[in-house]
């Protein structure tokens, strides 16, 4: 008689696997659509009435493609800021639905990470909720106040995974304020494929958008589209209508074909020039590069937008070769499949566009002091 295998509980043999308990506190939790919290990185919420929804509600699909607007769902770069002197904060959450992906940790997928900044000391990680499969309800112990005083709090949603509602709780009697304003004021967007909104991240707070962001204290606005972000121009007008310290878009793995590539990344870049003719814009080229005469086609397409801008006086337009991303050691320990960063890929990419970023940033702030 065959012997029924038992699936064991890894929490019951390692303390460190198991979901600490909220304890004994007192908990009121708040709806983080009310004030004081602040949802970023949903640039069109009040358009779309406080959907947690990342495109215009008004876009369709003959304007986009099937998979934006099914990917607009996610909650990729969204995250809800505040301030507290709560000892603990936990999260109540209901997911729209519960991303479950077999090269991608869950708790980046369908998770939460929150980060906490004490007062005159630097941001740092507090913890991660990590859902079980197929979970849909989460009440959860989200961050410990690192001491007694006053922390700006961010909490960063599941980038491959939406949610339907969102409570934060606090310890009652704790404060519950506005968070410290940005150093940047006006969000930085990042456009492109998967590798943009996040997969293979272990946690959303380690996608190298989000790390980025963090670096130069920005809001962030992440349009990451999985397969899905083919360049089309529609979405090109709405970003071009939006206020924005920075662009940076990188959507070669979703063009099909070099061909598409062609037809559509410089047309993409003049729509968002010709609405904002001093935005500094960033350019990749796809971060896995191989010496293969596809991944060279298609480098030298971005390049050429690039070098075509340059040609007709423009000074705030960059590219960065993708060549560069993952650097010369170990390179091929920065991915999972071949393709898709993990946290060693994605932090190689964000320490390497973090000079240029830096420098238009304060090119920028520069600018406008001078005005």
Not at 18 to 40: H, L, M, Q, R, W
Not at 130 to 149: F, H, V, Y
Not at 298 to 309: L, Y
Not at 330 to 341: F, L
Request: aromatic share 8%.
């Amino acid at each position: 008689m065959a012997t029924q295998k038992r699936r064991m509980d890894i929490s019951r043999i390692d303390s460190n696997f198991s979901a600490p308990g909220i304890g004994d506190f007192n908990i009121v939790y708040t709806d983080v659509k009310k004030t004081p919290f602040v949802v970023e990185g949903l640039a069109w919420f009040r358009q779309n009435r406080s959907a947690y929804y990342r495109i215009p509600k008004k876009m369709t699909e003959a304007e986009t493609n099937s998979g934006i607007l099914s990917l607009a769902n996610h909650t990729a770069g969204v995250c809800v800021r505040f301030r507290s002197d709560s000892p603990i904060l936990t999260v109540r959450a209901k997911l729209a639905y519960s991303a479950d992906m077999n090269h991608m940790p869950r708790a980046g997928s369908a998770g939460f990470d929150s980060y906490c900044t004490p007062d005159g000391e630097e941001q740092r990680y507090s913890k991660t909720v990590q859902p079980n499969r197929d979970q849909i309800d989460i009440e959860a112990l989200l961050g410990i106040n690192p001491g007694k005083g006053v922390c700006d709090w961010q909490i960063n949603f599941p980038l491959y995974g939406g949610v339907e509602k969102v409570e934060i709780g606090i310890v009652k009697g704790s404060s519950l304020d506005s968070p410290t304003p940005h150093r940047v004021e006006l969000p930085i967007l990042f456009y492109g494929s998967s590798i943009t909104q996040g997969g293979c991240a272990s946690r959303p707070g380690n996608a190298y958008t989000s790390m980025l962001c963090r670096a130069v204290d920005a809001p962030q606005i992440n349009l990451g589209f999985s397969g899905s972000a083919r360049g089309e121009t529609a979405l090109a007008e709405e970003i071009g209508k939006l206020k924005l310290a920075a662009f940076i878009y990188d959507y070669d793995h979703n063009a099909p074909t070099a061909e598409h590539l062609e037809k559509t990344h410089e047309k993409f870049f003049r729509v968002i020039r010709q609405l904002q003719p001093d935005l500094p814009v960033i350019m990749l080229s796809m971060c896995n590069y191989k010496d293969t005469p596809e991944c060279n086609r298609r480098r030298e397409i971005i390049r050429a937008t690039w070098r075509h801008a340059v040609e007709r006086g423009d000074r705030n337009v960059y590219f960065i070769d993708g060549e560069t991303l993952f650097g010369r050691k170990m390179s091929d320990a920065c991915t999972v499949d071949g393709c898709h960063p993990n946290d060693l890929g994605f932090y190689r990419m964000h320490k390497h566009v973090l000079p240029t970023l830096k420098k238009v940033l304060k090119k920028k702030t520069r600018k406008g002091s001078e005005g």
